[in-house]
């Protein structure tokens, strides 16, 4: 098995909805749980709940079908909801601790945020190995990254998002003497041509060494996402459940593969040469 030292904590981040954050992170922990790594998934935006109720599908799935699909140690937070604000973050800082503890017996810990700004969120990527955040192709997303100025395209200011990302840099460093390293993923990919896909690549581009982060390819647009979830399953769980597989299916697969390559996980490579 793995000699990881510690769980690696991967964060996906975004304070946006709609970029597929939970189905990245749903496909990143089942990936990882099939190559045998043990996965723990904390899920903070437990009031909107898309991974938690991702990962109840699949239980259910399992429950229905007697299927044995693999699933993560799961536990979701709720946010403290007393009138003391400082009492809520003091509550919420010590209950996400308890969570790390409860898994660092993992080898990864996937993390789902809410797709706005939290205390529970920051504390979430103060403590990230990577933080992943998809990006939908479009403009609007791209103002999650940086304020545009249409007068002025090289007038860039980082957006709240991003200065809140280069505050939890400086946390971990100064906590932990680690680290973080920050992925944008180009999410929802149409495979058209599109003039304003090339320019997202070429700003986005531009932007990663001034903002600070590693710019990957993402999964293209597939409807077949929206069905899983429902089942709880992903893309790699088709052919045990008895669901041949499309040319998109595998396709996508490949997608996913490439991902995790790109993430450059600890350990993640040798795993893969190993079992080829």
């Not at 390819?217 to 045990?240: A, H, K, M, P, Y």
């Amino acid at each position: 098995m793995s000699n990881i030292k510690k769980p690696y904590i991967i964060v996906f981040g975004n304070e946006k909805g709609g970029t597929g954050k939970s189905t990245a992170a749903m496909h990143v922990m089942i990936y990882l749980l099939r190559l045998d790594f043990k996965v723990g998934c904390i899920d903070v935006d437990a009031r909107q709940g898309t991974v938690s109720r991702y990962i109840e599908n699949r239980i259910r799935y399992n429950q229905t079908n007697k299927e044995r699909l693999p699933i993560p140690v799961h536990i979701a937070l709720q946010k403290s909801d007393s009138d003391d604000v400082k009492k809520n973050e003091q509550d919420e800082k010590e209950r996400f601790a308890q969570a790390l503890s409860d898994l660092s017996d993992c080898d990864f810990i996937v993390i789902d945020t809410p797709g706005n700004d939290t205390y529970f969120s920051r504390i979430a990527h103060s403590y990230a190995d990577t933080v992943i955040t998809p990006l939908n192709d479009s403009f609007i997303d791209l103002d999650m990254l940086v304020r545009l100025n249409s007068n002025d395209p090289n007038n860039l200011r980082p957006s709240v998002y991003s200065e809140m990302i280069w505050e939890q840099k400086k946390n971990r460093l100064m906590r932990d003497k680690q680290p973080i390293d920050w992925i944008v993923m180009r999410n929802r990919l149409t495979n058209l041509y599109a003039k304003n896909k090339e320019e997202m690549h070429k700003i986005l581009t531009a932007l990663s060494k001034r903002v600070g982060y590693r710019l990957v390819t993402g999964f293209s647009e597939r409807v077949i996402f929206r069905e899983l979830f429902v089942q709880g399953l992903t893309l790699l769980d088709l052919q045990e459940v008895g669901i041949p597989l499309s040319m998109s299916h595998i396709a996508a697969r490949q997608e996913i593969r490439a991902i995790l390559n790109m993430l450059q996980l600890p350990h993640l490579q040798q795993k893969l040469e190993t079992i080829g």
